[in-house]
């Protein structure tokens, strides 16, 4: 993958939709990931905004991915404990089980070829379907590139 052009899509991608206040979502990951690569490959982050993630932490998350248990398990990303609620064939959607937040929060991870993308938003069914439209566009760019 170009680096050049991840970190193009990224810093514009992400200058539109995540962070601020009244930006679709609150944060979002991208992380190094290859699934058919050797078991000492390790993930790393490779962007991130609105968040400052903890390799190690990153690290379970990354396990939990690759068991492939997503109905059996939670996970966290920082603080925020996550229940799978949703499975599809690239991507999955997942609530906090301990948000204080009263319409709630919400992930979305896609996996594309060589990454994950993780995006965390606030609110409920709304949130995350305008949430999941900005993941997909996201991965359609990265995806442009591979064509």
Same mark, same amino acid.
């Given at each position: 993958m170009d680096w050049v052009f991840v970190n193009e899509?990224?810093?514009?991608?992400?200058?539109?939709?995540?962070g601020s206040s009244g930006q679709l979502l609150k944060a979002a990951l991208l992380i190094?990931?290859?699934?058919? &690569? %050797?078991?000492?490959?390790?993930?790393t982050i490779a962007e991130q905004e609105g968040i400052? /993630?903890?390799?190690i932490e990153l690290s379970?998350?990354?396990?939990?991915i690759k068991r492939n248990k997503l109905q059996m398990e939670t996970f966290?990303? &920082? %603080?925020?404990?996550?229940?799978?609620?949703s499975i599809h064939?690239?991507?999955?959607? /997942?609530?906090?089980m301990n948000t204080s937040r009263p319409a709630g929060e919400g992930a979305i991870?896609?996996?594309?070829?060589?990454?994950?993308?993780?995006?965390l938003y606030d609110g409920s069914i709304g949130s995350a379907s305008r949430a999941m439209v900005v993941v997909d566009?996201?991965?359609?760019?990265?995806?442009?590139?591979n064509l």
């Open positions: 899509i990224w810093d514009k991608w992400a200058s539109n939709y995540v190094n990931y290859d699934p058919t &690569g %050797p078991s000492r490959l390790l993930s400052k /993630a903890n390799p379970q998350f990354v396990d939990f966290f990303i &920082g %603080p925020n404990q996550y229940i799978v609620t064939e690239n991507w999955f959607g /997942a609530r906090c991870v896609m996996q594309t070829s060589s990454f994950l993308l993780v995006a566009q996201f991965a359609w760019q990265l995806g442009r590139k």
